[in-house]
């Protein structure tokens, strides 16, 4: 999340004077820190602002910029991108709203990536350096690096400790193709510095990375191919869910390979080749341009982490237990490095539990959090809580209350009724187990139902909530009726109702 | 040809509700009858010209054969000749890891080479159109029980055959069942959760008299399932059609249930039941506002359509799919309907079912000519000023699970039958299976 590659002078993102400032000098050491953080992305960021908060002696060590991957190359300029990409994709469904599609639609490719790096300046101000050194929080920059269990050497110094936190993000992961190295490839992080929109795009993986930036690039006029070597998008998902992104992505004109490997590029001229096998079915896709987002690796390279005592794999990350400790009791992990699922939101809250177990003696669960996530495509897809599968496979019997969007008067109001929203409750109960929302604007709504988790409130409550007309959120009040409805049938009545309707 | 399909419409309305069946049921059998290959007995996949043999469909032929001695439109003789070279041809066929074999480890590749029995279009060795084909195989065992020496070849190969195939090897481990093995990749790692066809499939994996599925995959691809409460019924969730009903083409699965069923208080049959609501429940809300749908008129299942294309209809765009498997309520949906999806629901909703395909014939009236139902048909897109798009060609599961569903529907023939067959039986129970008929 922090290591993003550094990039050489003169880039744009060295202008950003807040993120690593040219002429900064490393502070000299303290003789013993409370809290040695490696990495200054969300994680970091946010477990600094805290420990110094509570007067903890704080060091704060970044190799690259601060931020990390989600303010520089994630979720802030990818939402950004799709937003202007969405306002494409209307324009020129204009019509099905009864208006006047314009006369020609024409994509500014330069102007919308140019809003992406004004708008990322814009929140990058919000991370100040100058902030986190006035609440007593030495920074560093250098490559951080574990000087045994409990010393941080950085830039010539050493840090020692008495607890550490490792946050140091992820990095794209390169899937081993021959020739993809050669031929060259964007990922994300380096897309958002592009000025020219190429005509063709190849894109590598279908999970969220890639499903949302072929979505975003399609509507950006370029013709895309999206390769995902499983069965269906957002592995993991509801497939209905994947179902209901796959029909968007036809819609939208993305030519769709799933179960296709990608096995070599070539470069013809100026053109790159991805020979691609499915079935044992081989052909050829031509690109001007690859995008790779087949996932992430854990930045645990060069950390030193066996002198320090913490176990890692290289693919999954650092090792930690319920509470966010390594192997090194007093070595923690929180963010992206350790995280099975990678959230800008799971860095926050992780970091707020390593403060309070690291320095507050606490004893915070990460089981007990209630972390949801959401796929910024257009349906979003939006999880919270357990799957069906998952519950099942913990032998709990499930019952899915399920509202399409088609039924909901704002979604039909706003011609936004691609989705649904599906709450997951125990069999017998009105205890929430999880939900998945597809709709628009899931993101908003599944807060609702994790607000419901969190606080114990069970579906039969969350009916009871008074919610204006008409909004799109009605999905959820329109499941809990249904649930309120069918609770109140006599159980005798479980064979179903009749069949005229 | 409007003037003909309404001619033959106008005969068919005209009809008694019986009489109707018995005409649909027997124009669907003749399919059977016209894509035969006589020396192999290998059945066309569909009526298109160079159609290869589809083996589910001939499972559904070999399921078809005793219900038309039953209905006098075959002799048993006849009949018992028809499976018994079919049942020869598949048992003498090559089997082997190499590409142009028929099969492999007891299983047999999707489609074949009608002539020739050779695997054709690079396809899969397919476990759950096996399923169909030793489905097939066994309801002949179990009809021509005389000794006369077809009967007794028919009964002897259907054994064979059975035992022939390497489930386990098909197992993923103590998973789940593959979807499918191709010589050149191996097995296929398509994604196969939650409920679908393979539920036949699983009760005669696990019955193998020789090397059974591990009842743990059962448990395993149950585990899947989604239990939904969707348009005010309670169902477990398959959006297609034909998957409520190729099942329940050979099991008898009323009153009977697995573990699943009892924790849900339902059973598989009811289930079917309330998917068709639920059909009919997407069909009046219509969202897409597709030409056509209502109560009368559903039927969303997998089947060809008028793609793939994209068209620009009223003021809309459409997007219209080639051969897919559509569904409610999450699609494919481009409008395009499958009458013998519909027809074949018959015996869980009689009074709908039937008033839906008087309605269709009557409106629609190319969906049905001399050879009964047509796959699909689609009323907001039209090639030649004809109300709807029909498919141009008929296809043999069509035309198989129509004749099976109808008959279960008059005389529960096939039902019967799968009830006395001791593989059925044993595969229910390991599958967890208990009560009702069982």
């Known amino acids: 999340m922090a290591t993003a590659p550094i990039v050489a002078e003169g880039n744009s993102w060295f202008s950003r004077e807040g993120l690593h400032p040219a002429d900064w000098k490393n502070p000299n050491p303290a003789a013993l820190y409370d809290l040695v953080i490696i990495g200054a992305g969300p994680a970091g960021l946010l477990t600094a602002y805290e420990a110094g908060r509570l007067g903890a002696k704080v060091a704060l060590v970044e190799r690259n910029l601060f931020g990390g991957n989600c303010l520089n190359t994630g979720c802030v300029p990818s939402k950004t991108l799709i937003r202007t990409s969405r306002l494409y994709a209307d324009m020129r469904h204009a019509d099905q709203y009864g208006a006047q599609p314009p006369g020609d639609v024409v994509v500014d490719f330069g102007a919308a990536m140019e809003r992406v790096r004004r708008i990322r300046a814009r929140i990058a101000r919000e991370t100040s350096i100058t902030d986190l050194t006035a609440i007593g929080v030495d920074v560093f920059f250098g490559e951080g690096r574990f000087a045994g269990r409990a010393a941080v050497a950085v830039s010539g110094d050493t840090l020692r400790f008495e607890r550490a936190l490792i946050a140091t993000g992820t990095r794209p992961t390169i899937p081993s193709i021959p020739g993809l190295t050669t031929a060259g490839y964007e990922t994300h992080d380096t897309i958002f510095e592009l000025t020219e929109r190429p005509d063709r795009w190849v894109v590598l993986g279908g999970g969220p990375t890639g499903c949302e930036l072929s979505q975003a690039l399609c509507r950006l006029g370029s013709m895309v191919t999206l390769v995902q070597s499983e069965p269906m998008f957002l592995s993991g998902e509801e497939r209905d869910a994947a179902q209901i992104l796959s029909d968007a992505f036809e819609r939208d004109g993305i030519e769709i390979r799933l179960n296709t490997e990608a096995v070599a590029v070539r470069l013809d001229g100026t053109r790159k080749l991805v020979d691609v096998v499915r079935d044992g079915d081989t052909a050829t896709l031509v690109a001007d341009s690859i995008l790779v987002g087949v996932g992430e690796t854990p930045n645990v390279d060069g950390l030193n982490l066996g002198a320090a005592g913490v176990d890692y794999d290289a693919m999954e990350g650092i090792r930690v237990d319920d509470f966010l400790t390594t192997t090194n009791a007093n070595i923690y992990a929180a963010g992206d490095v350790c995280a099975k699922r990678r959230f800008t939101h799971f860095e926050g809250a992780s970091s707020r539990l390593v403060v309070q177990n690291a320095l507050c003696s606490g004893r915070q669960r990460v089981s007990a959090l209630t972390i949801p996530w959401c796929t910024y495509t257009d349906p979003e897809i939006a999880h919270v809580g357990l799957y069906v599968r998952e519950a099942r496979q913990q032998e709990i019997p499930v019952k899915t209350f399920t509202v399409l969007m088609h039924d909901v008067h704002r979604a039909i109001c706003d011609g936004e009724e691609d989705g649904f929203v599906k709450i997951h409750v125990r069999e017998g109960t009105d205890r929430i187990l999880g939900a998945t929302v597809v709709a628009r604007h899931a993101g908003e709504m599944i807060n609702d139902i994790s607000l419901a988790i969190q606080s114990g409130i069970g579906l039969a409550l969350l009916g009871r909530v008074i919610r204006p007309y008409p909004t799109q959120a009605a999905a959820i009040q329109m499941a809990a009726d249904a649930f309120n409805a069918r609770e109140s049938e006599d159980s005798s009545k479980r064979k179903g109702p009749p069949l005229v309707e | 040809m409007p003037d003909v399909a309404s001619a033959i419409v106008t005969e068919l309305c005209a009809l008694s509700d019986d009489a109707l069946l018995d005409r649909l049921q027997r124009a669907a059998f003749s399919y059977f009858l016209q894509t035969c290959h006589p020396d192999t007995g290998l059945i066309a996949d569909t009526t298109r010209d160079g159609a290869p043999a589809s083996i589910a469909v001939v499972g559904f032929a070999l399921a078809c054969y005793p219900v038309a001695v039953e209905r006098g439109w075959m002799t048993a003789a006849d009949a018992m000749a028809r499976a018994v070279t079919t049942m020869r041809f598949l048992w003498h066929s090559p089997q082997g890891e190499h590409g142009d074999a028929t099969g492999y480890k007891g299983f047999f590749y999707h489609f074949l080479d009608r002539q020739t029995g050779r695997r054709v279009w690079q396809s899969e060795l397919s476990p759950v159109d096996t399923t169909f084909l030793l489905a097939g195989i066994l309801t002949a065992s179990a009809y021509f029980t005389a000794e006369f020496p077809d009967a007794v070849e028919i009964r002897e190969l259907a054994d064979a055959l059975y035992r022939r195939i390497d489930w386990r090897w098909m197992q993923n481990g103590d998973g789940t069942v593959w979807q499918g093995w191709k010589p050149d990749t191996g097995y296929l790692h398509y994604g196969w959760e939650g409920y679908s066809e393979a539920l036949l499939m699983y009760v005669l994996g696990l019955a193998s008299p020789t090397h059974p599925l591990s009842v743990h995959s059962y448990d395993i691809w ?77 039927g969303l299942s997998a089947g060809e359509g008028p793609g793939p294309k994209a068209l620009r209809l009223n003021g809309r765009h459409r997007r219209f799919w080639g051969y897919v498997a559509r569904g409610v309520p999450y699609g494919h949906d481009d409008g395009t309907l499958n009458p013998a999806a519909m027809l074949a629901s018959l015996p869980f909703a009689p009074e709908m079912v039937l008033a839906a395909l008087r309605h269709v014939c009557q409106r629609y009236p190319q969906v049905a000519d001399e050879r009964g139902l047509r796959n699909g048909f689609n009323p907001t897109i039209s090639d030649d000023g004809s109300p709807c798009w029909v498919s141009t060609a008929h296809l043999g599961l069509d035309q198989g699970i129509v004749v099976l569903m109808i008959e279960n529907h008059r005389s529960r023939l096939i039902w019967r039958l799968m009830r006395e067959c001791p593989d059925i039986k044993l595969g229910l129970r390991r599958a967890g299976f208990e009560g009702g008929w069982l």
Do not use: V
Not at chain 2, 236 to 256: N, V
Not at chain 2, 259 to 280: G, H, L, P, S, V
């Open chain 2, 222 to 298: 149950t585990s899947t399932y989604q239990w939904e409460h969707l348009y005010g019924h309670d169902c477990l969730y398959a959006g297609p059609l034909f998957i409520h009903q190729f099942s329940h083409a050979w099991l008898d699965l009323e009153s009977i249930q697995d573990r699943f069923m009892r924790e849900k208080a339902c059973d598989y049959f009811e289930n079917t039941r309330r998917a068709i609501a639920i059909q009919r429940q997407y069909a009046r809300r219509n969202p897409h506002e597709y030409e056509g749908y209502g109560d009368n008129c559903w």
